[in-house]
């Protein structure tokens, strides 16, 4: 479902046994330097002494999912034993609980949807308590609405909106003063103008000469400012 590529190690084991973890290029390069990563221990508490088995290309910035190591599950059974499965409470939980689904082209996401609210119905029944569920697309998670507990970075639709209400606060008085200042700056080349005229330039020209002036201008300020 996700695509992580691997710089060392095989994608079919790396996870496979329990006390392995994957860790990044970033992370190798700060806990080893320029010594390889593949076979080494390291130690992660509360699971002791673990065997890097892999090393995985770093996670773009723009994903919501960002960590520097994975270790596979059976690393968490041993170490919490198997009855962490059967707690009830567990599943009750939503906090640090993300569900991936790959559906079918044919599937409708509503039907789903209906079928988990009908078993929140049955499973959530504290007084004062309503759980509801909707799936959300991958491609709808950032930007997104915002929630609580994401995974990752967040960009809900409402930071959206008050960054680019304040950059047109920003920017439409910055316009306004940048055409006063060219009008009166063309008012000061009257003279200029006026001489360009009697020499045969036409309308269209000295247009053209100072729309030129003023893209040059701002592609010279853009570079400086970045």
Request: aromatic share 10%; proline share 5%; net charge positive.
């Amino acid at each position: 479902m996700f695509n992580f590529p691997l710089v060392e190690g095989d994608k079919a084991t790396v996870l496979r046994y329990p006390r392995s973890v994957v860790i990044s290029e970033t992370e190798a390069k700060k806990i080893f330097g320029s010594k390889k990563a593949m076979g080494e221990i390291i130690r992660i508490e509360p699971f002791g002494n673990m065997l890097i088995t892999g090393v995985f290309k770093d996670i773009p910035e723009n994903s919501h999912m960002q960590f520097g190591a994975i270790s596979s599950y059976a690393t968490l059974i041993s170490q919490n034993g198997a009855l962490m499965l059967e707690k009830q409470e567990d599943w009750k939980s939503f906090l640090n609980s993300f569900v991936y689904i790959l559906l079918r082209e044919d599937a409708r996401p509503r039907n789903i949807e209906e079928a988990l609210n009908k078993i929140a119905k049955q499973s959530y029944t504290q007084p004062g308590f309503k759980a509801s569920f909707k799936l959300q697309r991958l491609d709808r998670i950032v930007p997104g609405p915002e929630i609580s507990n994401g995974i990752g970075p967040a960009w809900p639709y409402l930071s959206i909106f008050l960054v680019g209400s304040i950059t047109l606060i920003i920017l439409i008085p910055a316009c306004a003063n940048y055409v006063n200042l060219s009008i009166s700056q063309s008012l000061e080349r009257m003279r200029e103008i006026g001489v360009r005229k009697v020499l045969g330039g036409q309308k269209k020209h000295i247009f053209l000469m100072f729309i030129v002036e003023s893209v040059l201008v701002s592609l010279l300020a853009l570079v400086v400012s970045f």
